[in-house]
């Protein structure tokens, strides 16, 4: 209880100013949320059928099909049973699973490689696929919403490759379905963006999200407006000399994927913003370091072997 109290104690002064204020507005905003929770049509059930895919996470092989419970740990054979978002604690092993096996197959790291093996015949499936997720994780009613980077990771990846294959993703006969999903996950991000003391790999993740949503609804004018918003949090995740404040490898290689990727869809679309340079520097300097100790086989940090799919990769 000391301990626990302690902890409390040391976080609260790590605070910086304005974030006991933006705490508690958040802690206010799960009223908010809860409301639309209980609003939700609890009846969604969306009959579809798409094509089965095998996929490989963390070296065991899950088949994807109509019966696969996507909120689940299949290495330690644990479900995360549908409720309020709110109401998970992510560190019980018991309720959740282990969080990296429980949230992997949801990030759709495999969805962009999935679109390549579809024939015309199966074009139906490219949407149909994440149909069937959104029918068995609604909104606010599965633990795979509780945090902004997997949101974020999920919707880049189902987006950008969506874009990458116009003919796929014109064919749709529940086209509703999706841009409800793209609402969703648009004011989840707006209104959880993980800032102050807890910006960090987390809070590039959730702008990357919400500029592969602008990116996909073709509202570029909102990008750089996004950007340069927070452009001093994303500056805050390096140190001088170009390394991350994660201090960690795998996760300053996630940052430098996800940096680029929204650079690089910026440039797509001919978006230009005062920083562009300056954030290419940035990446530009994590790659060189990783290089680096990769060279002389450092492992430093976390590693959980996470995987974001590169921009030039869809």
């Not at 088949?63 to 479900?79: C, E, G, M, P, V």
């Not at 949407?127 to 994780?137: A, G, L, P, V």
């Not at 880049?156 to 874009?163: F, N, R, S």
């Not at 841009?179 to 648009?186: H, V």
Request: glycine share 4%; proline share 2%.
């Amino acid at each position: 209880m000391i301990n626990k109290l302690n902890w409390y104690y040391y976080r609260y002064s790590s605070f910086e100013r304005g974030e006991t204020v933006w705490r508690l507005k958040r802690f206010i905003d799960i009223l908010y949320w809860f409301f639309i929770w209980v609003k939700r049509d609890k009846n969604l059930n969306i009959n579809t059928n798409f094509k089965e895919y095998p996929c490989e996470i963390y070296g065991k092989t899950i088949l994807i099909t109509k019966r696969i419970y996507w909120a689940s740990d299949n290495k330690n054979n644990k479900l995360a049973p549908s409720r309020f978002v709110f109401f998970y604690n992510k560190n019980n092993f018991e309720d959740v699973g282990e969080l990296k096996f429980t949230n992997e197959l949801s990030r759709f790291t495999w969805y962009p490689e999935y679109l390549k093996t579809l024939d015309k015949n199966d074009y139906p499936s490219a949407k149909n696929i994440i149909y069937h997720w959104f029918s068995q994780n609604q909104f606010l009613n599965s633990f795979l919403w509780l945090d902004g980077i997997e949101v974020g990771l999920r919707t880049y990846h189902i987006l950008v490759a969506l874009k990458k294959n116009k003919k796929i993703d014109m064919i749709d006969n529940n086209n509703y379905i999706l841009i409800n999903y793209i609402k969703c996950c648009e004011s989840w991000l707006t209104k959880r963006l993980s800032l102050y003391s807890s910006a960090n790999n987390h809070l590039i993740a959730e702008l990357l999200g919400l500029v592969s949503i602008y990116y996909y609804t073709e509202k570029y004018d909102l990008i750089p407006n996004l950007l340069n918003k927070y452009i001093g949090y994303i500056d805050n995740q390096f140190h001088q000399d170009g390394w991350t404040t994660e201090e960690s490898i795998t996760y300053g290689k996630d940052t430098s994927i996800m940096l680029d990727s929204i650079l690089k869809l910026c440039s797509e679309v001919h978006i230009r913003f005062p920083k562009i340079g300056y954030l290419q520097n940035k990446i530009n300097s994590i790659n060189l370091i990783i290089e680096h100790l990769n060279s002389y086989g450092f492992e430093i940090g976390d590693n959980d072997k996470s995987i974001i799919i590169n921009y030039e990769s869809f």
